[in-house]
């Protein structure tokens, strides 16, 4: 009776966690992210960046230089929606998990933003096309729009799950844990060797961020919001 009461208690704990865990099934939409908190105050008060680089200007974020801005606030479970605007060969992205502000780019994940009707995108690994986990996991099909349209952002980071909706279609779903290596994704394809660490070695908590003008073409991004899982 006791081994039973024992077993029930143990059983009952693991339900209780599992519970309250963030839920990560199902297919991503975008949410009516309305009264989500926004991630950068309009003065940009919050926001750790460099000097004289990013503006805002009719609620619109941009920089003139290649130097990312980030969030003071780590995240884990959230949801991030938002929406950017590329140029002619726009090569951006949105950074989540960053746990190195002064070098994020193996300690993080990012989550690609190109211009993919620009022949140079166009022709890339399909792994650096907009949408993508970029170096990692293409998107499972280009749903862009031209340089000078507005486009739609949802990205749902739950542990080591990562879902991508662009435009309307969810276009990636990542387990961080199936990326065991630096060198080579499951798929077999070359993971770019900047990209020196595992993903899944990377911590699930940690800055959020955006690429800045990168490569001499500029992006712009609005309606940046968050909601905490919880």
């Not at 209780?16 to 991503?28: M, N, Q, R």
């Amino acid at each position: 009776m006791k081994t039973l009461s024992i077993l029930f208690c143990l059983a009952l704990t693991a339900f209780c966690a599992y519970a309250s865990e963030p839920a990560a099934e199902g297919p991503l939409t975008h949410p009516d992210s309305t009264n989500w908190e926004s991630l950068f105050a309009p003065d940009l008060s919050n926001a750790i960046k460099p000097e004289g680089v990013w503006t805002v200007e009719n609620g619109e974020l941009t920089a003139s230089k290649d130097e990312a801005i980030w969030s003071e606030k780590d995240y884990e479970n959230f949801i991030l929606d938002l929406e950017f605007k590329n140029a002619e060969e726009t090569n951006s992205g949105v950074i989540v998990y960053c746990s190195d502000i002064k070098d994020w780019i193996p300690n993080a994940v990012e989550i690609q933003i190109a211009d993919d009707h620009a022949k140079k995108w166009a022709e890339s690994p399909k792994s650096w096309q907009c949408g993508a986990i970029f170096g990692h996991l293409p998107a499972s099909k280009s749903m862009v729009k031209k340089p000078g349209e507005w486009n739609r952002f949802t990205i749902r980071c739950v542990g080591k799950h990562i879902d991508v909706a662009l435009n309307g279609e969810h276009v990636v779903s990542m387990n961080m844990d199936d990326y065991t290596s630096a060198k080579t994704n499951p798929d077999g394809s070359e993971i770019p060797a900047w990209l020196s660490k595992p993903k899944n070695s990377l911590p699930t908590k940690g800055k959020v961020g955006f690429q800045g003008k990168h490569a001499g073409a500029p992006i712009w991004f609005r309606n940046i919001k968050i909601k905490e899982l919880k």
